[in-house]
Structure formats: C-alpha cells, structure tokens
C-alpha cells in the first residue's frame, strides 16, 4: 500500500508539472519571443529557438531572415551551421564504436592515424576527446599559414598541417587547450574503423534512427541544401546594414554539423530516452577529461559541464563565420535549450540562459535572476575613487601563459584593457580592487603589498590566473636592425618578414599583410593578429639572430628560421639564352 501511495504521489507531481508548463506556455512564450523581438525584422539575420522538455518542442519559433537575399524567413526547420556543438556528436560515435568493442579510448591515435607524426609520447583516443592532445588547433595553424577562414579548407588541408608538425604545445595529458585537429582525427577514426564516409556512418547510426531528417554533416562545400540559412555580419560601409559571412568548410568532425531546432530537440530527447545508445553511452559522455596531475576538467565527451543558479547542465556552443549556437541541457529538471543564429554580433549562451530563466526560475537555488553580461547597461554600484586606479595602470603578464599580457589604462572617466591580440574593453569596478568585464564573464583583482604597491594581479576566467607586473621594455642592449630578415617555418610552408621602418618594427606577410610589433621585454614582442599574439626571437651562442617562435592561444612557440641574406632577397636567376 505505502508502495502505491508513493507511485501514486509521484504520478500527481508529474501531472502537475506537466499541468504548471501548459498553464505558463503561453505567458512564457509571449516573454521569449519580446527576448528576440530585435531580430525580428525583415532584412535583418536573426535566429532559431528551441525549448525541449521531458523530450517534446513546448517552444520553437524562428526569428528574422535565413537569407537576406531571398527574404526567407527562419524558423524550427531552417537549417544552420552549428559549428563546433558538432563535436558532441563526433563523441558520441566514438563511444558507440567503443562500446561494440571497436576502440579503446586509450589506444594510440597513430593505431588508425599512422600518418600522424610520432612525437615521442603517446596521444590516445580520449586525450583528443578533452583536448589534452598538446596538438596544435588546425584553424590557428591555417591562419599562420596564410589562409583565410573564408577559404576552401578540406580535410586534406588540415591532414598535410599536421603530417608536417614536429612538435606539440605540451606533453599529452598534461594541461588543456582546446583543439579543433583533435575532432577532425577522430571523425577519420571513425570512417577508417566503419569503413565509411563518416558522414554516411553518421546518417546510418546516428541521424535516421533518431528521426533527424534534416541533419547531415556537410563535407562538401559546393553541394546544395534546401531550406539553409546563410550568414551575416554588421557592416557600416554598404547600405543594407550587413555582409556576408562566408564558409566554404569541406572538413567535417570539428564542425560543419547542418540541422535544425526540430532536429535537435530529438538530439536532447536521446540523452534521456537513450534511442541510440544506452544509459551507458550517456555515462561516458559525461565523464570528464582528467590531467595528469589531477586536475578535473569540466570538458566531458564534448559536453561542458556548468552550473546555473545552483542548477547542473551541461551543453556546448559554436562559432564559425557569422553562424552562433549553443544548446544546453538540465538532466534533473529534464529542459532543454537550443539557440542557433546566423549573426556574428549574437551571443546564443547569454540569450540561452535568458530563455533558460524564464522557465527553470522557480527552481533555482541561488538568487533566481539569471546575470548575463549586458554591454549596453549604463555603470552603476559601486563609487570608486578614481585616483586608485593610477597605481594598477600598466601592464601583467600571466604566470601560465608567458607572453600573454593584460594592459589596463584609464581613458577619460573609463577604465580600460586590452589583452594580447585582442581589443579594447572597458571594465567596471565592484570593489577598491575589483573589476569585471560586461562582455565576457571575467574579473580581474589587483593585489595591493603593505606598501601599497600593485605588481601581481588575478584573473578570474573559468578559473583563477595569476599574473605579475612586467615593466616597460627599454631596449637598449638590442639593436632593432639586427631583427630585420626573413623567417621560414617548414611546419607551416610559409615566410614572415621583420622590417623596420622610422625606428617602428612591423611584422609581415604576403597574404595578411603588415602589423607593428609591440615590445613586451627584450627580445618578446607582442603582434595583434589573433594567430600571432606573441613573437619571441631566438639567439644562437654568440648571441646572433637564428630564429624566432610564434604563438597564440592554441600553438606555442611554433619555430620559424630566420634565412640568409642571399636567400631572404629572393633575387631570381637571370635566364641564360
């Protein structure tokens, strides 16, 4: 009887829940849609919506134009590119394989991949799974290459990058850095071991069983899709408001997932009802990566687990060109979220957890406003004395990533930073010592000594980074001419020059053009292209000019050789007649 009771009582729960949603849809629908009335409008990009529970769509609309050329509309069945929330399916193909007994997630990649280069250490399976490869990210290498993201880039290309690496970022296991050449080794993992495309395995093991009948991994750039959307970005210089935001992806693995909120909302469904796969499968997706020395991540199976207002979910987001995604997932209250746009100036994880409040609010247990970062929010709280802030102006490099530099200044009554290859944002104080960003989720602290004086600092960004003041770099034992040359990397196939002109050292390529080199210390300059952050020339024995080694936020200290005189003029051999 008490058993009755008990089942009894969680039938009711369940019915009123289900009761609760149908009596707020409408009210709560109402609110989403105000949330994305700004992109409601024609000739505007926009986005899709989603709102998945207990595995059924209880919202889905679309918002804005698909296509600003054609005046198509967006909506649940438009279907975007969701960029790297591909991963997760990539990983869950990994675990089906593993599970029938086909892999070992610790077996060596170079197992299935034996062109890729022996480094010395083992990379297995799992370590491209959390991104603990030490491999170098394939988008950042093309950049250094020459490339534009907007290039043709097949899976070929990203193959002969890395067939020509000679060394890693870090010892495998030892450390995280996301790396997009880690999805696309094993999405050919999984073609070799199938003995299929993986597109088609894709499509037979995963997309039909799940009634996802307008999803495919899009492997060839020319092919036609009916019912895509295309993407845009902001531009002042034309009169429609907007460009193109090209793709012309052949790669697939990493990214290059096309489906749609009616799609997805099967994908969420799975996690619970385990259609393809098992309880097992959804077990070890969500394991996360672990380091060498111990350390935890929250970088599961491509699912990255978080928390909201005291709330577990798990979920990834994606960015290519002017296409923005996120989709997350709260397994205890059983919602799920979708948000795909193909605007590049939309933030769909801010816009998520918009959503995400309006209907999990009476269950959070912390404070039950959602706070996501508002740049258009005027500055309010906290009264700082501003003459503080002269004493934290100046530069601090952060202790784990040697060359990256957070620069702070005040510029009238604003306070401002700007880290290595990045742009200017402003920051807004919380305390005498704190100050956060509106348009990231980040803080920094400076930290006072009994003489009240600022050298070290705390960033406070999916974690907490140290950094240490770094004076301005006078150099005067360096003569800027003898950096002047020509630099060959054979990893990258590719020429960066160091020229000198009215005493200002510029770095220079054929393809991206020229940019100033700014001195961080002797011999260590900074660079603002987001695929060169950090220069740092090396000398030989004597102290002569042999090289210099290029990095930024997912390849270190990539080697380029400086060349001779004679080769470096590149004079051409007259013809003899």
Request: glycine share 8%.
């Amino acid at each position: 009887m008490k058993f009755f009771y008990h089942s009894l009582l969680l039938i009711l729960i369940l019915i009123q829940q289900n009761t609760d949603v149908k009596a707020q849809s409408p009210k709560i629908n109402a609110r989403v849609d105000s949330l994305f009335a700004e992109w409601n409008k024609p000739g505007k990009p926009g986005a899709a919506v989603g709102v998945v529970h207990q595995g059924k769509l209880v919202y889905a609309k679309g918002f804005g134009e698909s296509d600003l050329e054609t005046g198509a509309r967006n909506g649940p069945e438009t279907i975007f590119h969701i960029a790297s929330v591909s991963k997760e399916f990539t990983a869950y193909a990994i675990v089906l394989l593993s599970q029938e007994g086909k892999l070992s997630l610790d077996d060596d990649i170079r197992k299935y991949l034996p062109e890729v280069p022996d480094f010395g250490k083992t990379i297995t399976i799992r370590h491209l799974i959390h991104h603990t490869s030490g491999l170098r990210d394939q988008w950042n290498l093309l950049a250094m290459a020459g490339w534009q993201l907007d290039d043709v880039i097949t899976k070929e290309h990203v193959f002969n990058l890395v067939k020509r690496q000679k060394e890693l970022n870090f010892e495998p296991g030892s450390a995280y850095s996301y790396c997009n050449t880690g999805y696309t080794l094993l999405a050919e993992i999984v073609g070799r071991i199938s003995k299929q495309p993986f597109s088609a395995y894709m499509q037979e093991h995963i997309f039909k069983p799940l009634g996802m009948k307008n999803t495919l991994f899009y492997d060839d750039y020319e092919r036609i899709v009916k019912g895509r959307a295309y993407s845009f970005h902001k531009s002042d210089k034309v009169p429609e408001g907007y460009k193109k935001s090209v793709l012309s992806y052949s790669n697939v693995g990493a990214t290059s997932l096309f489906t749609t909120v009616t799609d997805l909302s099967h994908w969420i469904d799975n996690f619970s009802s385990h259609k393809v796969g098992n309880a097992a499968t959804m077990t070890q997706m969500l394991e996360r990566g672990r380091l060498t020395k111990g350390d935890t991540l929250p970088y599961a199976f491509a699912l990255i687990h978080g928390k909201l207002k005291g709330l577990s979910y798990y979920g990834h987001n994606g960015a290519d060109a002017g296409f923005r995604s996120f989709l997350s997932y709260f397994p205890k209250e059983d919602y799920g979220f979708i948000v795909l746009s193909n605007q590049a100036e939309f933030d769909p994880q801010k816009k998520g957890f918009e959503v995400a409040n309006l209907y999990l609010a009476s269950q959070f247990k912390e404070d039950k406003t959602v706070k996501v970062p508002d740049t258009s929010a005027p500055i309010t709280g906290y009264k700082f004395d501003s003459t503080l802030f002269k004493k934290y102006e100046g530069s601090y490099e952060l202790a784990e990533a040697p060359g990256f530099v957070l620069r702070f200044w005040r510029n009238g009554a604003r306070y401002m930073t700007q880290a290595t290859g990045q742009g200017e944002n402003e920051i807004f104080p919380s305390s005498d010592s704190t100050f956060f960003l509106k348009v990231v989720e980040a803080s920094v602290v400076f930290h006072k000594s009994k003489e009240e004086k600022v050298s070290k600092i705390t960033l406070r960004q999916n974690g907490e980074h140290a950094g240490n003041r770094v004076k301005p770099a006078v150099i005067q034992s360096m003569k800027k001419e003898e950096l002047v040359g020509k630099y060959y990397s054979t990893e990258l196939e590719t020429f960066y020059s160091i020229t000198l002109t009215d005493d200002t050292l510029k770095l220079v390529h054929v393809h991206h053009g020229e940019v100033v080199l700014k001195t961080i210390s002797k011999d260590r300059f900074a660079a603002p292209w987001w695929f060169v952050q950090n220069v740092d020339i090396a000398r030989d024995e004597s102290g002569k000019v042999s090289g210099l080694r290029m990095s930024n936020g997912r390849v270190m200290n990539l080697w380029f050789k400086r060349l001779n005189e004679d080769f470096a003029a590149g004079e051409p051999t007259p013809i003899k007649k």
